[in-house]
């Protein structure tokens, strides 16, 4: 059987195919066995997308302030690839899931420690000055 890999979307086309796509939602999480293990999970869910939207507005890679008051967020916050600027594509294809692996492997993992984020968006920026 031949894999044929279908080429990733440009953030132009994500949006024009998926106008509403969201980049991250600071309330969807699995139910988990019992309803306290479900609220802590939606905690820690908030918390770190409100790092996680710090770090994209403190390095320009928001269109507007999303939250003016991150890390500290509303619940029901949501973030639109629309609301982001092209280059945060690229860090969710290059750094998210290894930034959010590390709270699988440690529930002491710190939200507030980006420097998996910083790499990645250092790389992006040094390939762009190339």
């Known amino acids: 059987m031949i894999n044929k890999r279908k080429k990733l979307l440009t953030y132009d086309e994500l949006l024009e195919k998926f106008p509403n796509i969201y980049f ?3 309330f969807s999480v699995f139910e988990e066995k019992t309803p306290e293990m479900t609220q ?3 905690l820690s869910k908030k918390i770190t997308t409100g790092y996680l939207l ?3 507005q403190d390095n320009n890679l928001t269109r507007k302030i999303i939250c003016a008051t991150a890390p500290d967020i509303p619940d029901d916050l949501v973030i639109y690839y ?3 600027v092209p280059k945060a594509l690229e860090l969710d294809r ?3 899931e290894k930034w959010y692996a590390r709270f699988d492997r440690s529930v002491n993992a710190d939200p507030s420690d980006v420097r998996i984020l910083e790499k990645y968006l250092k790389q992006i920026n040094d390939q762009e000055k190339d």
């Open 24 to 26: 991250e939602d600071a």
């Open 40 to 42: 802590k999970a939606r």
């Open 54 to 56: 710090k770090f994209l």
């Open 82 to 84: 629309r609301d982001l």
């Open 94 to 96: 290059l750094a998210l």
